[in-house]
């Protein structure tokens, strides 16, 4: 199984952003889950989503703010983010089932 992350970049503070992970293979029966790490902090979790999509869970420091989402069909999994703060600045990366992808970069700054 290959994870590819996709669409991260530089956004200014309270803008959005949508990143993407994409993973080759039969995956459709596997947990989706999205990471991130800040500059000399841990990776955390962030959001979390059951392969039927019915169930997720999220960090308490995105909930009203971040959605998950997957299209099985696709094999990919979306993170939409909405009123982004520097405090989400990082690497944000997929886990699916027990791979990871490489990350895509997160910055938030004016």
């Known amino acids: 199984v290959q994870i590819v992350e996709s669409g991260g970049g530089l956004v200014q503070p309270g803008g959005s952003l949508r990143v993407s992970c994409t993973a080759s293979?039969?995956?459709?029966?596997?947990?989706m889950t999205w990471y991130r790490q800040a500059p000399g902090k841990e990776r955390e979790l962030v959001a979390a989503?059951?392969?039927?999509?019915?169930?997720?869970n999220y960090a308490d420091s995105v909930k009203g703010r971040f959605t998950i989402s997957r299209d099985n069909a696709k094999n990919t999994a979306y993170l939409q983010m909405n009123s982004l703060q520097s405090e989400d600045t990082g690497v944000y990366y997929c886990?699916?089932?027990?791979?990871w992808g490489q990350g895509t970069q997160v910055t938030v700054s004016s």
């Open positions: 886990k699916v089932g027990p791979y």
């Open positions: 293979g039969f995956t459709s029966t596997l947990g």
């Open positions: 989503i059951f392969s039927t999509g019915d169930v997720t």
